[in-house]
């Protein structure tokens, strides 16, 4: 039996936007679980958000269950924060992030709220997160990003320099999560298929 998989939503979605993702890994035969991040416009620190993940997976799974994670966007920061911060990394055997800004990004002046603040480029929540990245090491860690993201600036700024890194062709950074080769790679890691890296 496949261990139950979670999506984590980025910044002003619902679990709406993993809708398409959830469906394609059902159909792929895993389970599959998703909840909605409150509030989801950034007015709450990210660090506030991943205790929701932490209480989300205390709720739902059993103490020793193991799980995977999928972020999208925001959501691959908020499952960093768990797995780093909060104790996920004991639980966490994959963990995928699509569209994430590891290293921040410039969008993230656009707006002058905690959510937004922890994602600019040099903030001390992505210091910290980064100053221990090798934690991810210790776990199957993949990143799935497109050099054409208008949202992730600079697109790089989605890779690490632990893990697998696999760069997609996508034209929208909103669209990666309904992206076919995107839904396919995932899976494929999931399902522990083999994947190429760019």
Not at 22 to 44: D, I, R, S, T
Not at 138 to 159: G, K, Q, R, V
Request: net charge positive; proline share 6%.
């Amino acid at each position: 039996m496949s261990r139950p998989v979670i999506l984590v939503h980025g910044i002003d979605d619902t679990v709406a936007r993993l809708h398409h993702l959830q469906k394609y890994l059902e159909a792929g035969g895993l389970a599959v679980h998703c909840f909605n991040l409150v509030p989801n416009h950034g007015e709450a620190p990210l660090a506030e958000l991943a205790q929701q993940l932490a209480e989300y997976v205390q709720a739902n799974f059993a103490a020793q269950e193991a799980i995977d994670l999928v972020g999208f966007s925001m959501g691959g920061l908020v499952s960093r924060f768990y797995i780093q911060r909060l104790g996920g990394i004991r639980r966490v055997r994959k963990f995928i992030s699509i569209a994430t800004p590891h290293r921040g990004t410039g969008t993230a002046y656009l707006r002058n709220n905690p959510g937004a603040q922890n994602m600019r480029p040099g903030s001390v929540f992505l210091k910290d997160l980064n100053r221990d990245v090798a934690m991810l090491s210790t776990l199957s860690f993949t990143s799935i990003w497109t050099p054409l993201d208008l949202m992730i600036l600079p697109a790089n700024s989605s890779c690490l320099p632990v893990g697998q890194s696999v760069r997609v062709w996508s034209w929208a950074h909103p669209l990666l999560v309904r992206d076919p080769h995107v839904l396919k790679l995932v899976l494929g890691i999931l399902k522990d298929h083999q994947v190429i890296g760019s």
